[in-house]
Structure formats: structure tokens, C-alpha cells
């Protein structure tokens, strides 16, 4: 069993930052690749920024130049720091690792940006 748990969503003004945390823990032995989506009210889910074992990355043109994602391999953890909030980036967050063949996924965090 493995479980997933994002935090760090919450309400923030355009131009700002946040920075999402997702961890993983459980039976692992080892994780390849982890990234985020997101998904906003009426709207598909999108993918927002991946991240190989290997520390390749991939972002979606709209993030590009804000967003960051990064691994802690030693904590399991995936981060996405975001810049230059907007508030089109309004949306539940989900963060996903790979564990083995599998694909878990968290709960989702919510990310408003509003003045």
C-alpha cells in the first residue's frame, strides 16, 4: 500500500507565490517518475509540470517560466513551487508518483488566486 498527501494549497493574491508539497509513504521501493495536474471548476484536468528519475522535466506551456517542479528522492516528495500567480491558475492540484508500475495519486489541494 502506498498513499500520497499534497499540502501547501491555499488562497493567495495575483503576482504571488505557493509552494505544493506532495509526499509519499508506504511500501516503496522505488519511485521514477512524479508530477503534477490540476483541474479547474468545469474544466478537464491538465497536466501541469512532470519530473523523471532522472530529473528531466516537462511543463505545460502556461506555467512555463513560473512554476518549478522538483524531487527529494530521500523524503519521497515532490515539490511545485509557483511564481506569478494568475488567476486562471485557480484549480484543485493533484500530484501523482509512480511507484513501481503503478501510478498513485493524491487527494488534490486547492489553489485560489484572487484579490
Known amino acids: 500500500q502506498v498513499q500520497v498527501v499534497e499540502s501547501g494549497g491555499g488562497l493567495v493574491q495575483p503576482g504571488g507565490s505557493l509552494r505544493l508539497s506532495c509526499a509519499a509513504s508506504?511500501?516503496?521501493?522505488?519511485?521514477?517518475?512524479m508530477g503534477w495536474y490540476r483541474q479547474a471548476p468545469g474544466k478537464q484536468r491538465e497536466l501541469v509540470a512532470t519530473?523523471?528519475?532522472?530529473?528531466?522535466?516537462n511543463y505545460a506551456d502556461s506555467v512555463k517560466g513560473r512554476f518549478t517542479i522538483s524531487r527529494d528522492d530521500a523524503k519521497n516528495t515532490v515539490l511545485l513551487q509557483m511564481n506569478s500567480l494568475k488567476p486562471e491558475d485557480t484549480a484543485v492540484y493533484y500530484c501523482?508518483?509512480?511507484?513501481?508500475?503503478?501510478?498513485?495519486w493524491g487527494q488534490g489541494t486547492q489553489v485560489t488566486v484572487s484579490s
Open positions: 501523482y508518483q509512480r511507484v513501481g508500475f503503478k501510478d498513485y
Open positions: 519530473i523523471t528519475r532522472t530529473g528531466n522535466t
Open positions: 508506504g511500501s516503496i521501493v522505488r519511485i521514477y517518475g
